[in-house]
């Protein structure tokens, strides 16, 4: 029994080890999924600015007006690029992530399939203990009715 206590008690942590990683990955999941959704958000203005900025210069623009369109369009530009670098980051982290919660996967399915082969084990000593225990019965009551003829 100790060993299977022992085993219980791995199990245990592993599961909960794999449980925390899963929970790692659904939140980086989360924090990616805000991210693409920022970086469309970014595009479409980025867009709808230069739509706007090509209108403006069809009716005519004024020089300081062209110099903020460019200048808006500039930042535009750069907070784009910067959310595009933060989110290959974040599909890293996601990636190691998944990695991690998978082997911790792998260590808790290795100690289920142990513990799966210990109690199969433990089956097979308890219906030889039985079988034991049967034809020592049998051999028993065989034996007594000779003695009292």
């Known amino acids: 029994m100790p060993k299977t206590s022992a085993l219980e008690t791995l199990i245990e942590l592993a599961q909960t080890r794999t449980d925390d990683a899963a929970r790692r990955l659904g939140f980086l999941n989360a924090q990616g999924l805000d991210m693409e959704a920022k970086l469309v958000l970014l595009t479409q203005y980025s867009d709808e600015y230069r739509a706007r900025f090509r209108a403006s210069m069809q009716q005519g623009l004024t020089a300081a007006g062209w110099r903020n369109y460019h200048e808006f369009i500039d930042k535009l530009d750069?907070?784009?690029?910067?959310?595009?670098?933060?989110?290959?980051?974040?599909?890293?982290?996601?990636?190691?992530?998944?990695?991690?919660?998978?082997?911790?996967?792998?260590v808790l399915n290795s100690y289920d399939t142990l513990a799966q082969r210990h109690r199969q084990i433990q089956l097979v000593h308890q219906a030889k203990r039985e079988q034991?225990?049967?034809d020592e019965w049998a051999n028993s009551a065989a034996i007594r009715p000779a003695r009292h003829s």
């Not at 784009?80 to 998978?102: D, H, P, T, Y």
């Open 78 to 106: 750069a907070a784009i690029s910067q959310q595009q670098e933060a989110l290959e980051l974040m599909r890293q982290r996601v990636a190691a992530s998944e990695a991690a919660w998978q082997s911790e996967r792998r």
């Open 132 to 134: 034991r225990e049967t």
